[in-house]
């Protein structure tokens, strides 16, 4: 597979059609908390990411999340959000443990916050235009959309 | 992680907020070619399905469809598709090979053939009412949808 000469650029093709090597993807960017997309479908992304230690806790009001873990164990704190049919997080606060394999939605509207204590890769969906540190002002960690790996 | 009484019937928090191990819901499906519903992200479902052997031709008209292999090797014939920025696929036909860790976008409007020669686990994510056998009449491959695990 030809790599564009701007790796940030979206690829003519958005990333379909093509077999999409997952981890050798994020073994291509630098730095952790660094999405980068590698495909649509309709009009949401997937993209990549590795990451280590604490992200700040935000939420996303208009829609849901998706987190695939593909290396490493996976923290997400979950908090105020929607009963999930076991009670656990009816207004209170609960953990979500990720490992390799596994995947959890986040709610709309459910404020999280991913921490890691050993690195950990792992793959994104959620529609195009999402800020990373959800709504509200940008932050430290707040990465600009649309750049592709 | 408690299992709702019906296996069939979506739980109440349609799978958010918890973790959902893969290949642990593919263990419990009997047969290939079924898939069965994990999660829900907006108007979209993660599904999970064991194959092997060859899957008819169909196309999604409407839908982008994506592919995430767990275990084996995919392949994913497809043709008369749009020109994926390879010009590999502008009217011809092409094989996507997909082994663990890797996924696909097939772009709508792309007819495709899935198969795989030994048994495969994967993970197929589009938007909640997709047939899975594609458009046109429903075949002996055809499954109902809404049906969890």
Redesign the interface.
Known sequence: ??MPLNPAAA?????????????RKIDRIDGHWQPRV?????D?Q?KVVKVQGEFPWHVHAD????F?V?EGELKIA?RG??????G??AGGE?V????A????????G?EHQPSADAEVKM?L???RGVVNTGDGAPGARTVANDQWV
């Open positions: 597979m030809s690829p003519a093709g958005r990333g379909q059609s093509q077999a999409i090597d997952l981890i590698v495909a649509e479908m309709n949401y997937f829609t849901d999340e998706t695939v593909l979950i959000g929607a009963d999930a049919g076991d656990e997080c609960a979500i443990v990720l490992r394999g596994q995947m959890a939605v986040v709610p709309r459910v793959l969906i959620e529609p």
